[in-house]
């Protein structure tokens, strides 16, 4: 019964308490009668704590520390909960991998968690649904996982008991870190929850997995934004990531940095991905191929941005089924991590890959491509870009996932987008989900 650790700090045996040896306590102590209630209590004592402590609460301990102050009062624990948390993580197939999954609500999460399952790994949610975009296209995305048979825990990941509580019900043999605070321009509105998720979180994170026994192995989603303000295309692997655009690409930068010391102290194995503008089915409201439809739909002026000297501004846009092919691929050829009890035992992996689709479209051309699909014609706004995080072009060079991951991108924007509007026609259709 691994509740017990709980109780780890306190002295279990009688010797700490020196008791016996003071003079002035020895009569009494030599009193059975005290022996016995002292050990009464003792007992009652422990029960309390293990009731009090069983249903485990995560409340926030310190609300005044900034980094905690996000969260929430989430409950976690209890038999049926752990039944649920074994069951959605057992391996169905041979050779399978037994993978926690953070960030499982989002968009990425979500696809993901419903790839592994499908083929027979054992999966673990894990998301807080925070309120960044509607938390009802999450719990929409919940009940398609519930029903796969793919169980989110509702936690943040800062939350190192309940991280370390998962590690004692299950040993995940690999984790998908997911979970993250995304978006460029929030990051003005509210930079503190990208330190505390992209960051904070991260650590968090990384703690828990060097101490966990066996390591995991851990596959995580860095950005194509840590290129920054780079000019030279494709962006290649080793360009140089050191001049980052907006906050998000700071905390992206941070973490792949930070891999990089849990990689060298611990032996964790670490693959980074940098992901270039994913889209598709389940994706995020936030996010232009998703608004402008929403907005084309409703007849409102959706705004394009164009650079300097009507430079255009194009992305390299891939369809999540890549992203989720990408991902997979990344866990497979994962090495184990090398440590033990906290302890590096020998040299561990350590990648970075772009995960792109190396045709980049300007945004223009998204737009008429979801004209086209919509029937119906978009009433533009061109704007000069701000400069407010978002940078003018992205374009990955995938030549390294392409040898080592077996990566091949194999849908193009026109196919992809084909799928997102029908899955946002249906999606939205019934007009109670209101699009926002
Ligand atoms: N979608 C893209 O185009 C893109 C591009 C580059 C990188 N990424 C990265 O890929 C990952 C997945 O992105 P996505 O598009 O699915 O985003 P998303 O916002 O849909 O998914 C992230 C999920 O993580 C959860 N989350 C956030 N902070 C958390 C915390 N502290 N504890 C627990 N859960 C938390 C959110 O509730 C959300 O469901 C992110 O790390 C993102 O930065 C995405
Ligand atoms: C969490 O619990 C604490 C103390 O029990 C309480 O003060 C706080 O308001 C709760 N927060 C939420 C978000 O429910
Ligand atoms: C792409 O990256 C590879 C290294 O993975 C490099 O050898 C190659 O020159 C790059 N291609 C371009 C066009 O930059």
């Not at 926030?60 to 009062?73: E, F, K, V, W």
């Not at 509105?189 to 828990?208: F, K, Q, T």
């Not at 192995?217 to 907006?246: C, H, M």
């Amino acid at each position: 019964m691994k509740q017990i650790s709980h109780l780890d700090d306190i002295p279990s045996t009688p010797g700490k308490f020196k008791m016996d040896k003071s003079p002035y306590n020895r009569l009494r102590w030599h009193s059975s009668l005290a022996k016995l209630t002292f050990w009464s209590f003792v007992f009652l004592a422990l029960i309390f704590i293990f009731f009090f402590r069983s249903p485990s609460s995560s409340t926030p301990q310190a609300l005044s520390d900034p980094s905690r102050r996000y969260l929430q009062n989430y409950s976690w624990g209890g038999a049926a909960w752990e039944k649920r948390v074994r069951s959605s993580a057992r391996i169905r197939s041979r050779n399978g991998m037994s993978v926690l999954v953070t960030g499982a609500a989002g968009f990425v999460g979500t696809h993901v968690s419903a790839a592994l399952k499908r083929r027979g790994d054992g999966v673990l949610g894990l998301d807080n649904f925070n309120d960044y975009y509607d938390p009802s296209l999450k719990r929409a995305r919940q009940a398609l996982l519930e029903r796969a048979g793919v169980f989110i825990v509702e936690g943040d990941i800062n939350d190192e008991a309940l991280l370390k509580k998962l590690f004692e019900v299950v040993a995940f043999t690999h984790v998908m870190h997911l979970a993250a605070q995304a978006g460029v321009r929030y990051a003005m509105e509210n930079p503190s929850s990208y330190v505390h998720s992209n960051i904070a979180g991260l650590v968090s994170l990384l703690e828990v997995c060097k101490s966990a026994n066996p390591q995991p192995a851990i596959v995580w989603a860095s950005s194509s934004s840590v290129y920054g303000l780079n000019t030279k295309v494709p962006f290649s692997e080793k360009d140089r990531t050191d001049q980052p655009a907006s906050l998000y690409a700071a905390t992206k930068k941070a973490g792949e940095e930070i891999a990089h010391t849990y990689n060298h102290i611990y032996g964790l194995s670490l693959t980074g991905l940098r992901f270039f503008t994913v889209y598709g089915p389940w994706g995020r409201p936030d996010m232009a191929y998703f608004f402008f439809t929403r907005d084309i739909l409703k007849g409102k002026t959706i705004s394009i941005f164009e650079a300097a000297n009507h430079g255009t501004v194009a992305r390299d846009f891939t369809y999540i089924d890549d992203i989720v092919r990408g991902c997979l691929a990344a866990l497979d050829t994962a090495e184990k991590s090398t440590g033990s009890g906290g302890k590096k035992k020998g040299p561990a992996q350590l990648r970075v890959y772009n995960l792109g689709n190396t045709s980049p479209v300007p945004v223009s051309d998204l737009v008429s491509i979801l004209e086209r699909l919509l029937k119906v014609k978009a009433k533009r706004n061109i704007l000069r870009l701000p400069r407010n995080g978002d940078v003018q072009y992205t374009h990955a060079n995938i030549s390294l996932a392409q040898r080592e991951l077996g990566y091949k991108p194999t849908t193009d924007l026109q196919s992809g987008l084909k799928k997102f509007v029908r899955w946002y026609l249906r999606f939205y259709a019934d007009g109670k989900k209101s699009g926002v």
